[in-house]
């Protein structure tokens, strides 16, 4: 996956508008479930597992909509963005290994770092969290030094998921 430019403010009005679709929807289709199935089983009495069932319907709904629409290009920077945020995950879980492979100077291993401080740096942008960014960029600053004097011409593109799935 390549890191590619997202433009910041159609991504987060994007995002904005799917999370309160998904809201909405949410609501109202565990709502009007729970209603029916309180309908239909128990003559409109109140049922805990009845309003259980009509929230897991509206879960189930709201899910299906979503699959069905990740790949249109409404979607496409916020999907985008999830799956850059797995990717990341998944290198994330491997820090240990990635650690030792940086230790013994594995050019590997710089990619992949590489690759996750950039990635992480796109995404913190996006998500307005600069909490921690001045702290990525220091990491960054460092591994592009240190890239230079070891490995130079390494780049985040040359990140292939592959090269996380090596680390032991």
Do not use: C
Not at 72 to 99: C, G, H, M, S
């Amino acid at each position: 996956m390549k890191l590619r430019k997202i433009d910041k403010a159609r991504y987060q009005e994007r995002r904005s508008r799917i999370q309160w679709a998904m809201i909405a929807g949410l609501f109202a289709t565990s709502l009007g479930f729970a209603e029916l199935y309180r309908y239909l089983f128990v003559a409109g009495e109140s049922s805990l597992a009845l309003n259980a069932a009509g929230v897991a319907t509206g879960v189930a709904i709201v899910t299906f909509v979503l699959f069905r629409l990740r790949d249109t290009p409404y979607f496409d920077e916020v999907n985008y963005v999830w799956k850059l945020k797995q990717e990341l995950n998944r290198i994330y879980r491997k820090t240990k290994a990635l650690d030792q492979a940086l230790e013994s100077g594995s050019r590997d291993a710089l990619i992949i770092k590489l690759y996750s401080l950039e990635g992480s740096r796109l995404v913190y942008d996006l998500d307005d969290n600069t909490l921690t960014m001045s702290e990525l960029v220091k990491q960054l600053d460092e591994l592009k030094s240190r890239i230079e004097n070891e490995a130079p011409g390494i780049t985040h593109d040359d990140y292939r998921p592959e090269l996380s799935e090596r680390l032991s």
